[in-house]
């Protein structure tokens, strides 16, 4: 969070497609390079300007265009604040198939961009299936209307894929056709206390299998996590206070039918309490608690970011390996960092978070002092490294480990501007290179977000 | 079917990548044209040679890779025939998240690369959603590894996307990975008659909000698409004998419990037969009587053959549309031809079916003879059109009137050689433009299935 701090002198804000198709056109045929920028509440540095960019801000196009309640599809400007089109679906009695924190102010042209994932994917998949359609401004102003509303088109190539997830770099998206699921009546959820992560993940496959079709989020935090947030948010309260357990799964359930749902996810529950699977376990018995379960993992990256510095990293990785990353990297880093381990289980999806107290840079030794009866003696020399060394410590360590297990070092964060160099650790040398001529295609004057997303090496 | 019939002095039938690598390789070189074919089983000619080309064949390249029962993730070749993966799975306790009646023949990869659609979309998705990661070789021989298993990965652009439905013109896809759902034990299948299009239409209204995460089938049939099915069909019975109705929807549930999905089924029919959106209807009370009615649904293609000659359109429209389109091509083509309607309603896809009986080119008149007192007179004097001449009256009307209510002129059979030029009536002269830049950046030299997707015109 604030990692990134850009500054530029320009910020334009168009009105509507016509105005933003100008405006690079015009930037086009100067070699004006511009940022894209939608609610900016991205983590890797992809909207934030590096030198001088013009900002191109989309948040003045925010008119929802249609909606057909029998097909789902809604049709909306770049701008609109995912919140409220979510608020606006639920009086239509559909909801948005993606859900994130930050829906408060990210903007869905922002989201689609950076094919954004959430905590709604294990149950609607992502962008690239929801997302129908979309129009385009490029680098040189053409607009691409490729703003179809049909679930099915076999018609050509799906170009509107290659800017989902582009991170602005291709082209500026500023409409978007969504297919929104119908909301479904009744939503449980409950949480429950496993002894060890073998246990979180034989509760993933059985949840799965035995709550099928409704089950809606399986999230996970670990011991760390839990009391960040008790400590350092007010009024949270931990669910099941008996005792500390080593890791807590959230599991959420959207079905169209209040009896049968919660006889099937009470059923699920017995059956993992007595399996041993999970050792505590509560049901959300109405709206507030359903509330307050959610509060705690949503409330993780705030209580990260009261209790000093951070170093976040947004992992893909084969569910089984998933924590080992975390105990390595607690072995690695001792005593002094905290390393937090949370995130999308369901869909293998790792929150790593190394979490240091803020030091300053100058102090680097800390002496513990113990008290005898000849008077105080030191004890204990700590040196307590700069964030430069710890930083040293975690990478490229975090992405090598991950490369090594095939997963992605950007699970759904992004490559942007803190990534764009280490793309080789997720993506293959001849697919990087495929990358960069498609850059060089669509924006031959590179004006489009500047090194982001594909390394400068390839496009200079 | 069997209407594009190639001719090609060589088929290439490769056993791994490597060798089709050196194939392409060898053929780009000598600028030798090639046309990719997997089980042959499209409708649009896209997998037959248009003058010399050489034919590469992926059947040899058929073994599974790799399968983890915790993510669901299968690896495999591109040869494997989509019914043999689906057994495989059966066995592991999961489902193939696509299914159509060319199960039998069609291959994977050809299904990846023409987009297939088929029965169970309406509940996974499309291929873009649920395809995780691919290899592809270009025209150039070079191999892209972008075969991943994550669920999420944003390390820059998602260049699969491009080769899934791109019918074989950007690359050869050689191997595939896909996210496959877990089997669910619970499957029921309702027949159902309704007397006019406006009721199918609010039954799906009602079916997505009533049935919600269990609805796994909503497909429809007209009345004529079921007297085609009875008589040409041995041994098909019409569960609903007791009348004919004009429009019959298949629903299919899957989930996890029986008697709770069985429960949500039967108060939705009773609703349904209240509120007067249903005439009459069946539930399968055996697997016999489900893959009965199944059979119905998937016999209507054979049904016409078997009826005389066949003018095939695939349509994705907006629902309240999709059958006016229907009943003004029978006022168009008058009481010579049987218009059929039928397909995937719950996605918007109607297969439109023109079938004609099959009179020699040459005869074009049919005399009616009425016998009276006088001796026989002739009474009527019908002029039988060519089948030139009925085309003439199809199209392009078909595709003026699909593309007017914004609908795609090939919802999941793609475009071929039968389709290419008539791209416009679904993509903007833009998107089209971009198409064929992106084919030139890929294969420079044409040697990909040329004459297919693409308008001529654009890559000469």
């Known amino acids: 969070m604030h990692k990134y701090k850009g500054s530029s002198k320009l910020m334009l804000q168009p009105e509507n497609t016509e105005e933003l198709s100008q405006i690079l056109k015009y930037c086009n045929s100067r070699c004006l390079a511009v940022v894209p920028q939608g609610g900016n509440t991205g983590l890797v540095g992809g909207s934030v300007p590096v030198f001088d960019e013009v900002i191109i801000n989309t948040r003045r196009?925010?008119?929802i265009i249609s909606f057909d309640k029998v097909s789902g599809v809604l049709v909306c400007e770049a701008g609109c604040i995912l919140e409220n089109l979510i608020s606006f679906l639920d009086k239509q009695g559909f909801i948005m198939p993606l859900d994130l924190g930050a829906k408060g102010s990210c903007q869905i042209g922002g989201n689609v961009s950076t094919n954004a994932g959430g905590l709604r994917l294990v149950r609607y998949g992502s962008l690239h299936g929801t997302v129908l359609g979309l129009e385009v401004v490029l680098a040189n102003g053409d607009v691409m209307d490729m703003l179809g509303t049909l679930r099915k088109d076999n018609t050509g190539y799906d170009l509107k894929h290659l800017f989902i997830g582009s991170e602005g770099s291709l082209g500026i998206i500023t409409k978007v056709?969504?297919?929104?699921?119908?909301?479904l009546s009744s939503v449980n959820i409950a949480f429950l206390a496993c002894q060890d992560y073998i246990s979180c993940q034989k509760l993933l496959f059985e949840a799965k299998r035995r709550l099928g079709e409704i089950l809606s989020a399986f999230e996970f935090l670990d011991s760390r996590a839990m009391n960040l947030v008790l400590n350092h948010l007010?009024?949270?309260?931990?669910?099941l206070p008996s005792s500390i357990y080593n890791f807590y799964v959230l599991i959420e359930t959207t079905g169209s039918n209040e009896s049968s749902d919660k006889e099937k996810l009470e059923a699920f529950l017995v059956h993992a309490m007595e399996s041993g699977l999970v050792s505590d376990g509560a049901l959300a018995q109405d709206l507030n608690q359903a509330s307050s379960f959610w509060h705690i993992r949503e409330g993780i990256p705030e209580a990260l970011m009261k209790?000093?510095?951070v170093y976040k990293y947004d992992l893909s990785l084969p569910v089984e390996k998933m924590y080992d990353l975390v105990e390595e990297m607690r072995i690695r880093l001792g005593a002094e960092a905290n390393v937090v381990g949370y995130g999308h289980l369901g869909d293998g999806n790792l929150h790593l978070n190394v979490s240091t107290p803020?030091?300053?840079d100058a102090v680097r030794f800390v002496f513990l002092l113990?008290?005898?009866k000849n008077g105080p003696t030191v004890l204990l020399l700590i040196i307590i490294r700069t964030p430069q060394q710890i930083l040293a410590q975690i990478e490229p360590f975090v992405y090598e480990w991950t490369s090594r297990h095939h997963g992605s070092i950007s699970a759904e964060h992004g490559l942007g501007l803190m990534k764009a160099e280490k793309i080789y650790y997720s993506k293959s040398a001849g697919t990087v290179q495929l990358m960069?001529?498609?850059?060089?295609?669509l924006d031959p004057s590179g004006i489009l977000n500047p090194y982001k997303v594909i390394p400068q090496s390839l496009l200079s």
């Open 234 to 239: 007010d009024g949270v309260r931990n669910p």
């Open 436 to 441: 960069a001529s498609i850059k060089k295609l």
């Open 61 to 63: 196009m925010n008119s």
């Open 358 to 360: 803020q030091y300053d």
């Open 370 to 372: 113990h008290k005898s």
């Open 177 to 183: 056709s969504i297919l929104t699921p119908p909301k």
């Open 307 to 309: 209790a000093g510095a």
